[in-house]
Nanobody, 124 residues
Framework: QVQLVESGGGLVQTGGSLTLSCAAS????????MGWFRQAPGKEREIVAT????????HYADSVKGRFTISRDNDKNTLYLQMNNLKPEDTAVYYC?????????????????WGQGTQVTVSS
C-alpha cells in the first residue's frame, strides 16, 4: 500500500530557505514520476514541481521557477524540494505524490491518496 510521508516544513522569514523531503513507499519508486503539490488556505491544491521517473526531466510552476529545485534519490526512495528565497505567498501545506502511470509522463497525474503534508509558513 502506498505511503507518502512529507517532512521538513516550518516557519521561516521572507527570503529564507527550506528543504522538504518525501519518503515514498508502496510502489517501485524509480518507475514513477513524482511531484510536489501545495494547498494554501481557501485555495485549490496546485502543482509546484515534477520530476520524471528517470530523474532527468523537471518542470516547475511559473511562481516558483528559479527559486525551487526538485530532486530525487531512487536508492533512498525519497523526493526532495529545495526552496530558496521564500515568499509569503509560498505559505501552504506541501504534499508529494506518485504519478498514477508507471513510466508515465510528461507531468504527474497524482494518485487519489495523499499523505499528511508538511506545513510551510513564510512570515513577511
Amino acid at each position: 500500500q502506498v505511503q507518502l510521508v512529507e517532512s521538513g516544513g516550518g516557519l521561516v522569514q521572507t527570503g529564507g530557505s527550506l528543504t522538504l523531503s518525501c519518503a515514498a513507499s508502496g510502489r517501485t519508486f524509480s518507475n514513477y514520476a513524482m511531484g510536489w503539490f501545495r494547498q494554501a488556505p481557501g485555495k485549490e491544491r496546485e502543482i509546484v514541481a515534477t520530476i520524471a521517473w528517470t530523474g532527468t526531466g523537471t518542470h516547475y510552476a511559473d511562481s516558483v521557477k528559479g527559486r525551487f529545485t526538485i530532486s530525487r534519490d531512487n536508492d533512498k526512495n525519497t523526493l526532495y524540494l529545495q526552496m530558496n528565497n521564500l515568499k509569503p505567498e509560498d505559505t501552504a501545506v506541501y504534499y508529494c505524490n506518485f504519478d498514477s502511470r508507471r513510466f508515465g509522463g510528461p507531468g504527474v497525474r497524482p494518485l487519489d491518496y495523499w499523505g499528511q503534508g508538511t506545513q510551510v509558513t513564510v512570515s513577511s
